[in-house]
């Protein structure tokens, strides 16, 4: 079976670090685009950015660029997405999503997401 | 980059058809066929719906189809039924190797 499978769910302070990971299984991890996708309280979707795990390629949206860095440890199969002082206005759901035909493809895949909570 | 546009909500009686529209740009909705949909109920994670304008992922009732003329794209959900009750997204490829999402239209089944 295909999946994804988040990191728990992070409490974490204003100016706090944090690196929440997304494992795939069940496929070539190393051959599909891997997404991350914010959604804040009550809130819409967002793309956030995107990294190719067989060579690290990585884009991101404008709005992310500077805020966010995305990684992925293809010997683990694992993607992630870190902030170096978060933010009360980071706090949301994070999900991780397979892109299945390239940067441009439909996300076929989604992890059940990784809730975030920055509170002093 | 801006969010694509979507109804806030739409709503529509078991058995009828509902169509949610989703307008862009020539940047985005109207400069690519990639286009897709996603369902989303309370709690859980989205769930792919149409892909690449009007495909149909293995798995998603025939009831769902999508399409697009110029800037604007469009999903229909025809035989309305109440698990059809959730949020859609759209979301459209914006070029630079970016993507972008529709505000997001609440499904309310009477």
């Known amino acids: 079976e295909v999946q994804l499978v988040q990191s728990g769910a992070e409490v974490k302070k204003p100016g706090e670090s944090l690196k929440i990971s997304c494992k795939g299984s069940g496929y070539s991890f190393t051959s599909y685009w891997i997404g991350w996708v914010r959604q804040m309280p009550g809130k819409g979707l967002e793309w956030m950015g995107i990294?190719?795990?067989?060579?690290?390629?990585?884009r991101y949206s404008p709005s992310f660029q500077g805020q966010v860095t995305i990684s992925a440890d293809k010997s683990i199969s694992t993607a992630y997405l870190q902030w170096s002082s978060l933010k009360a206005s980071d706090t949301a759901m994070y999900y991780c999503a397979r892109h299945e035909s390239g940067i441009a493809g439909d996300m076929d895949v989604w992890g059940k997401g990784t809730t975030v909570t920055v509170s002093s | 980059q801006s969010a694509l546009t979507q109804p806030a909500s739409v709503s529509g009686s078991p058995g009828q058809s509902i169509t949610i529209s989703c307008t862009g740009t020539s940047s985005d909705v109207g400069g690519y066929n990639y286009v897709s949909w996603y369902q989303q109920h309370p709690g859980k994670a989205p769930k792919l719906m149409i892909y690449?304008?009007?495909k149909r992922p293995s798995g998603v009732s025939n009831r769902f189809s999508g399409s697009k003329s110029g800037n604007t794209a469009s999903l229909t959900i025809s035989g309305l039924q109440a698990e059809d009750e959730a949020d859609y997204y759209c979301?459209?490829?914006?070029?630079?190797?970016?993507?972008?999402f529709g505000g997001g239209t609440k499904l309310t089944v009477l």
């Open positions: 990294i190719y795990p067989g060579d690290s390629d990585t």
């Open positions: 979301c459209s490829y914006a070029g630079s190797s970016t993507l972008v």
């Open positions: 690449d304008v009007s």
